[in-house]
């Protein structure tokens, strides 16, 4: 009894370390004064504000942009390497695992710099394109790691089945392969979105003067204060993803029920 | 279990099966390969080519290790070693702190592995320079903890702009990083092996040390790289949290791109990738089976 409160306690205290700036962030947002350490009574002002704010909006509309692209494509890019990757011989397979590593294992600031001075070389303007292109680069490993170990589950017989019963390859992958290994490629797609979100090192060397992420504009403002409007707007962003996550929790309760049973 | 077992056993693995598959997957997936194969090259490996090249020449592209040599420098030297030691002590802060986490997650009647994952993700959607920020917030000489203890009347704390602050934020960004490999590694050890054990007569701590820290050391390792990498190369966290004193290895490289100070620049981050490669290739000495699956 007493190790089992030890344990929830312990849990509780950790969470409690990951998500105190968050409630500290989402506490400032309805703070009616422009300091950051100062209460000055609760407000909607900034919420308000929020939507008025041209910059912001459009930092969060690349922001957005950017994320929702590069892990769409690479997720399509990451699938069918991990498809490919899972059917190879041993070395070929450890080589492109091993390559697959590097952005994952490598500093942010080196994979931003290297790809940074290769735009350069090429003479190749920095910009919307570049920052997509670096966002892609480190999302595709997430995409690969997260489809990899559904790949291995899968029962190679239903796809040749699939193929001897008539249907074109393409067909079988669509109706057979896909739906087992949905699962990974949707994990894989959330996670690159929101690494793509979350950065901000490799963003900052690719980016051109002219575009700015949430992640750089705030950047920007951490010397001279950060404007209200930002922590209304991450606590929307919050609340969403996380009554998003209710959701899909929820709906995926309801549907393990049945199949626990047969 | 039992079931689960018999049902690998005839399920891919075997090696005629696995062939079968194979062969027919070679002639029809190898292509899709190639956009991935295209793309690494392109964006992974010309790039680091890119930088060893800006790291061993001159602005007149004559060959040069100054670049590199510039690391002996005494401030850069010291901002090496600075890094490394707070780096080295947010790693064992975090491995510390998540084990136990690890431990008592893969325990919990809670099996929905996904949920897990998702709220040790979920802080990632408030902006990770803002998380960092409210940290400001909470360590200050007005913060909410020197608050707290000058209601109490206990002395104040001074942790903000010192080193400590900054572990402190390298063990708050970077701790998921090492929760997450080693739950991965937690949840695949099979409970016949620790029930085998313990029906052998060990007793608990035995069972830990001989059966589940040695199987569980891929997902540790992956850890150990996964926090001390990112703490090692910071830039963003010393600032914020260290004031413009503390100066870590990362904001002199940083420092030296903005003053367009490339090709020194580069030099250093030559010198970082040295201990990133030795963290590489420990990590793949343990990453037995080479499919890299303990990294998430």
Known sequence: MVKKFI????????LFFLYAPIIILIILSFNSSKSRSKWGGFTLHWYKELFKNQSIMNALYTTLIIAFLSALIATIIGTAAAIAINSMKKTPRTIMIAITNIPMLNADIVTGISLMLLFVAMRYTLGFTSVLISHITFNIPYVILSVMPKLKQLNPH?????????????????????????????????LAFTMSLDDFVITHFTKGPEINTLSTKIYTEVRKGIKPEIYALSTLMFIAVLLLLVLINRRNADKREPIKKV | MKIRNVLNTI???????????????????????????????????IPLIVILYYGLTTNDKLLTLDNIKSILDPINLRSLRLALELSFVSTVICLLLAYPLAMILNKSKMKSNSFIVMIIILPMWMNFLLRTIAWQNILERTGIINTVLKFFNLPMLNIINTPSAIILGMVYNFLPFMVLPIYNVLIKIDKDIINAARDLGANSIQTFLKIILPLSLPGVISGITMVFVPSLTTFVISNILGGSKIVLIGNVIEQQFRIGNWHAGSGLSLVLMIFILISMAILSKYDKEGEGGSIW
Do not use: C, H
């Open chain 2, 11 to 45: 399920t891919p693995k075997t090696p005629s099966q696995k062939n079968g598959a194979g062969s027919l997957g070679i002639r029809n997936t190898k292509w899709l390969s190639f956009p991935y194969i295209l793309w690494m090259v392109g964006f992974i490996i």
């Open chain 1, 7 to 14: 344990e929830r306690f312990y849990v509780g205290l950790i």
């Open chain 1, 158 to 190: 239903t796809f040749e089945a699939a193929l001897d019963l008539g249907a074109s390859p393409v067909y079988a992958f669509f109706k057979v392969i896909l739906p087992d290994i949905f699962p990974g490629v949707l994990t894989g797609f959330f």
